[in-house]
């Protein structure tokens, strides 16, 4: 069975602070997807970024990075130079590789990251 | 903008009463799948939908079930409404050919 860890149930940061969001994952496929979406309160899951389990090329888009290690089965997310935007709960999610058109999410609990001015 | 758009937004419902909630994609997203979230919780795998037929479920009693239909539209289905299935709901679909599944904004679910 699969499953995500989110371990951190809220983060608190201030301004313009670094953060990094921890997940961990367990599966016993050999291909699979890792995804972190991000929810504001208005509910919408928006899509960060997607991860094939065999590119661990690490991965940078502005001020987001991704840090993808299989041999700890952790993709971790840090934010850079952190805004109060950033405000929201961040989900890790973790899929098989659509073998059969299975598409099926597992998602974390997810992290409640703060950003105070 | 991911394509996907949920109706209604937001709804009260009494319990032993039905709900429809309904989902549409655009041309292309040829996999649907609906997922419940409670609050403070991560989203739950109800069930996909592939080219009209159901082909994965997850742990949800039968009283939920769903359509799709070849205009890329799907509804969800809960009958008998508990108390317990207050919560957002969440249309999620895939573009054929890519890998990335993406979210409408939901439809939040108030069982009275």
């Known amino acids: 069975a699969q499953k995500v860890t989110q371990a951190q149930t809220e983060i608190s940061v201030v301004e313009k602070e670094d953060v990094t969001l921890d997940c961990v994952y367990e599966t016993r496929d050999t291909t699979y997807y890792l995804f972190w979406y991000k929810q504001p309160p208005s509910g919408e899951l928006v899509f960060l970024i997607r991860?094939?389990?065999?590119?661990?090329q690490n991965e940078i888009s502005g001020r987001y990075s991704w840090n993808f290690q299989k041999s700890t089965s952790s993709f971790n997310f840090t934010i850079t130079a952190s805004q109060v935007v950033d405000s929201a709960v961040y989900f890790c999610a973790l899929s098989e590789a659509g073998g059969g058109s299975n598409y099926k999410l597992t998602f974390g609990k997810g992290t409640l990251l703060t950003v105070n001015p | 903008e991911t394509g996907v758009t949920q109706s209604p937004t937001h709804l009260i419902k009494t319990r032993g009463q039905q709900v429809t909630l309904r989902c549409s994609s655009q041309s292309g997203h040829n996999t649907v799948s609906w997922y419940q979230q409670a609050l403070g919780q991560g989203p739950q795998f109800i069930f996909q939908y592939y080219r009209e037929e159901e082909n994965g479920r997850g742990n949800f009693p039968p009283r939920f079930s769903g359509l799709q239909f070849p205009n890329y539209s799907s509804e969800l289905n809960v009958n008998a409404l508990e108390l317990d299935d207050s919560a957002l709901y969440l249309c999620a679909s895939r573009i054929q050919g890519i890998n990335t599944i993406y979210f409408g904004e939901g439809s939040w679910l108030t069982v009275v």
């Open positions: 991860r094939n389990s065999f590119d661990e």
